[in-house]
T-cell receptor, first 110, second 113 residues
């Protein structure tokens, strides 16, 4: 069975500080990993996907198959980054069936 | 382009009743997925439809069912409601079978009393 673990429910950092949101997964095959974000009063939306190897809003995430991790990082946090972040896994490669982690609420303090 | 639309936004039902929730995907999207979100279990996959056919189903009892119409709109139905069915139900649409992005609706908040 596949599983996604986000060990931190709450994370607070100061503006300008680096931030890392942890995500670990368990899956025997080759998964596709995603980060979704939900800003206050907005819909859940895709932030970035492993397959694209992109940087969005200054965030990056590297898939480490040895450690089965997909941590989300940003070198300098901004107040507008405050949101709920979900790590998600797909066994099929598409986003049509996702296994989500429990989420991390990030607060960036002024 | 209009986003994913879910109706109604809020719903209160009594134990034992049934409920139907609706989801209209983004125009041109043919795949719809449903998720249940609760504080205890988080976001859990319910089922997914493509071209009116259920392609995948999560680990939920048979009281949870769904369907998709020829215009790609989807409905999910929960029969014999239980208090534990109180949740936010999210719908997501996808533009193609191998899409790596899910576009989510605002959700329907169901409260069972």
């Amino acid at each position: 069975a596949q599983r996604v673990t986000q060990p931190e429910k709450l994370l607070s950092v100061f503006k300008g500080a680096p931030v890392e949101l942890k995500c670990n997964y368990s899956y025997s095959g080759s998964p596709e990993l995603f980060w979704y974000v939900q800003y206050s009063r907005q819909r859940l939306q895709l932030l970035l996907r492993h397959i694209s190897r992109e940087s969005i809003k200054g965030f990056t995430a590297d898939l480490n198959k040895g450690e089965t991790s997909f941590h989300l990082k940003k070198p300098f946090a901004q107040e507008e980054d405050s949101a709920m972040y979900y790590c998600a896994l797909s066994s099929s490669g598409s986003a049509r069936q996702l296994t989500f982690g429990s989420g991390t609420q990030l607060t960036v303090l002024p | 382009k209009a986003g994913v639309t879910q109706t109604p936004r809020y719903l209160i039902k009594t134990r034992g009743q049934q409920v139907t929730l609706s989801c209209s995907p983004i125009s041109g999207h043919r795949s719809v997925s449903w998720y249940q979100q609760t504080p205890g279990q988080g976001l859990q996959f319910l089922f997914e439809y493509f071209s009116e056919t259920q392609r995948n189903k999560g680990n939920f009892p048979g009281r949870f069912s769904g369907r998709q119409f020829s215009n790609s709109r989807s409905e999910m139905n929960v029969s014999t409601l239980e208090l534990g069915d109180s949740a936010l139900y999210l719908c997501a649409s996808h533009d193609r079978v191998d899409s790596t992005e899910a576009f989510f609706g605002q959700g329907t908040r169901l409260t069972v009393v």
